[in-house]
């Protein structure tokens, strides 16, 4: 997986500041399926991982995927459901 991929998909680019992070600087990607208020979406690893993951956000046990392949059947699948 690559972070054009991500883009491909909808997928927006979070930048983090050196003064916001406290330390370097980095990227990640988010998709909302609803809207930023809702705490529904998928995130990706940052920057400084060699392989890039795609996790929905704030679980208990980490849900993670690794193929962009499964990410797009995942959001269309929860796509397809959203009424």
């Not at 979070?14 to 600087?25: Q, R």
């Not at 909302?32 to 995130?43: G, K, Q, S, T, Y």
Request: aromatic share 20%; net charge negative; proline share 1%.
């Amino acid at each position: 997986m690559k972070f054009k991929d991500l883009e491909l998909l909808g997928f927006k680019k979070e930048c983090v500041s050196f003064e916001e992070s406290g330390g370097d600087e980095y990227f990640y990607y988010t998709y909302d399926f609803f809207d930023e208020l809702d705490d529904f979406c998928l995130i990706s690893s940052d920057n400084s991982v060699k392989k890039i993951f795609v996790e929905i956000f704030n679980t208990r046990n980490p849900i993670m995927y690794y193929k962009i392949s499964e990410v797009k059947m995942f959001i269309d699948i929860i796509k397809k459901g959203i009424k």
